[in-house]
């Protein structure tokens, strides 16, 4: 069974930063693709950045530039770096890691940005 524990949200003025990170548990194939997604109230989840095991990432052009993905495989670990959030960046943050066709999910932290 696999697990996912994300930390690292709460409030924050807008300009300033936040470090998410997820920690992912239980039996995990050497390859894989972790991420990070989000979701505002009323909109649908979109995507805010992947990092497969191989180090490669893929951001959405909403954050690149502002955010970065990083991950330690010896941990499980992934993270995501928020610089110079907006209020739109305020959302609940969800971990995602794909193994084969499968999809896990954290529970969410949430992430609000005060103008």
């Known amino acids: 069974q696999v697990q996912l524990v994300e930390s690292g949200g709460g409030l924050v003025q807008a300009g300033g930063s936040l470090r998410l990170s997820c920690a992912a548990s239980g039996t995990i194939f050497s390859f894989n693709v972790m991420g990070w997604y989000r979701q505002a109230p009323g909109n649908p989840r979109e995507l805010v950045a992947t990092?497969?095991?191989?180090?490669?990432?893929n951001y959405a052009d909403s954050v690149r530039g502002r955010f970065a993905i990083s991950r330690d495989n010896t941990k499980n670990t992934v993270y995501l770096q928020m610089n110079s959030l907006k209020p739109e960046d305020t959302a609940v943050y969800y971990c995602?890691?794909?193994?084969?066709?499968?999809?896990?999910w954290g529970q969410g932290t949430q992430v609000t940005v005060s103008s």
């Open positions: 990092i497969t095991s191989l180090g490669s990432t």
């Open positions: 995602n890691l794909v193994v084969g066709r499968t999809n896990y």
